[in-house]
Structures are given as C-alpha cells and as structure tokens.
C-alpha cells in the first residue's frame, strides 16, 4: 500500500493521479480510501506487485478487515485485464460501465488530454 499526498506535499500519489486512479484508468493501481476501513491514510494498492505465496513462516499478520465484496469484483476484473486473461462479455460490459461512472466523478484538470 502506498499512502495518497497528503498537505504537507512530502510524499505520496499526487492528487491528479489519485483522481484517475479513483476513476479506474490504470489496471494495476487500486484506490483505498481510510474512510471506515481502519487505514490510517487513503491509500493505494499496487496490483501490479501482488505476489501469492505460501510461507513456511509468514511475515504478516491476518487481521479482522476484508474487501468488500464489490470492491473484489472490481479488483478480479482489474486484475484480469492487468494479466492479458480473456473476461467473459457481461462481466467486461459491467466493468466499462463502472469505470465509465468513474470516469464523471474525475475533476477535469485530472483528466488526460
């Protein structure tokens, strides 16, 4: 997870590429807002660098949060075309339809030209 920039301007994803991150322009980043989620900042999560393994010793630890479901069938849809993998029609239709919703909230100015 990477945190979004917040005032200070330090670090983080700037607000343009937070906003077309939220619209869903890019397949591999996935916005996680700290809204009720126990985040401490909004976030992203880069897709992009998901691994799946099976520790013999494992460096985490599983907590009681979980992804919505309809924030998974976002993420499964995402993923499938991060990964080149064929979509069925209904689910593709679904998710253009999703993220051209998106693509309206976007401020203008965060828009590509």
């Known amino acids: 997870m990477y945190s979004v920039q917040k005032d200070d301007k330090d670090a983080g994803f700037p607000p343009i ?13 996935f916005y996680c807002p700290k809204k009720g989620s126990g985040l401490t ?9 998901l691994f ?3 520790p013999i010793y494992p ?3 599983p907590t ?19 990964l080149g ?9 679904t ?3 999703l993220r051209d919703l998106a693509w309206e909230t976007m401020p203008e100015d ?3 030209h």
């Open 17 to 29: 590429m937070a906003a077309r991150i939220k619209a869903l322009l890019y397949n591999q980043f």
């Open 41 to 49: 900042y909004d976030s992203i999560a880069r897709l992009d660098r």
């Open 52 to 54: 799946f393994t099976r």
């Open 59 to 61: 460096v985490f630890q």
């Open 64 to 82: 009681a949060s979980a992804i919505a479901d309809d924030c998974l069938l976002v993420i499964a849809s995402m993923l499938t075309l991060l």
């Open 85 to 93: 993998l064929p979509m069925p029609g209904k689910e593709r239709a």
């Open 95 to 97: 998710y253009m339809a």
């Open 110 to 112: 965060a828009r590509p």
